[in-house]
């Protein structure tokens, strides 16, 4: 599994996990994050169980397995949580954020263990180390119950399935170019989105933050200008075609 360091501060950084090359191929393609603060970590949408090994594999070249100290899921589907019986075996004194609406549906992936620790609908917050991380709102996108993750300081937003793309292990990891990179999107999107307003609202919310990156569970980065080119497409976009 390839690792690379997305963003350093002074306090603390973000790490991206993703594009196995080992992975079956019928196994959807996801990206996992961690922020990394002093003994403190947490990792975002940890990965099927398909992908712990590699994912565990990775992740203790860059810290010591007892300071991944936070897990988060920002819904139930077992493309981002299915592994969490096995990081509850590895992790025995962690917490994993989620969720409040999903808890008995995640808690079957196995969790004995690990601390659930449920999410409000409004969202909240996470001390790791010494930065702040802020949990968004996200609700219907795709999941009834849905979360991102942002970093104000880093300007960060782990996005979930927002800005999604379905692609194989040998693309990059960042966005070269929005427009070539729409079609790649759209289906996925207009079909996995049910709600025009839910969409619009988080839209609205998100534009009030500041952010250089944002990170998907799948495909590629958007950075700098190219966030901002991506809500306003988002913005435009019917969802919910399904019907």
């Known amino acids: 599994m390839k690792s690379q360091l997305l963003v350093e501060t002074p306090t603390h950084k973000w ?44 992740l ?28 509850d075996q590895t ?12 808890e008995g549906f995640i808690r079957h992936f196995g969790m004995h263990n690990i601390s659930y620790e449920p999410l409000d609908d409004k969202g909240g917050k996470l001390q790791v180390g010494e930065v702040e991380l802020q ?5 219907y996108l795709h999941a009834s119950g849905n979360f991102h993750v942002y970093d104000p300081v880093a300007k960060v937003l782990m996005s979930g399935d927002v800005g999604a793309a379905l692609e194989g292990a040998e693309a990059d990891i960042f966005v070269d170019d929005v427009a070539s990179h729409i079609p790649k999107m759209a289906y996925f999107h207009q079909r996995w989105m049910p709600s025009n307003r839910a969409k619009n609202d988080w839209v609205a919310r998100v534009r009030e933050l500041k952010i250089d990156y944002l990170c998907p569970q799948h495909g590629r980065i958007f950075h700098g200008e190219q966030v901002q080119e991506f809500l306003d497409w988002f913005a435009k976009l ?3 075609i399904a019907v």
């Open 15 to 58: 790490l991206y996990f993703g594009r196995d090359p080992e992975k079956n191929d019928k196994i959807i393609d996801t990206n996992q994050y961690l922020v990394q603060s002093g003994n403190q970590s947490l990792l975002m949408d940890p990965g099927g169980i398909e992908l712990f090994a590699p994912m565990l594999a990775s």
């Open 60 to 87: 203790v070249r860059h810290l010591p397995v007892d300071h991944l100290t936070y897990l988060f899921a920002s819904h139930q589907d077992p493309d981002i949580i299915s592994s969490l019986g096995l990081w």
């Open 91 to 102: 992790l025995p004194k962690a917490k994993l954020y989620a969720p409040w609406l999903w």
């Open 135 to 139: 949990f968004i709102p996200a609700h």
């Open 238 to 240: 019917e969802v919910g």
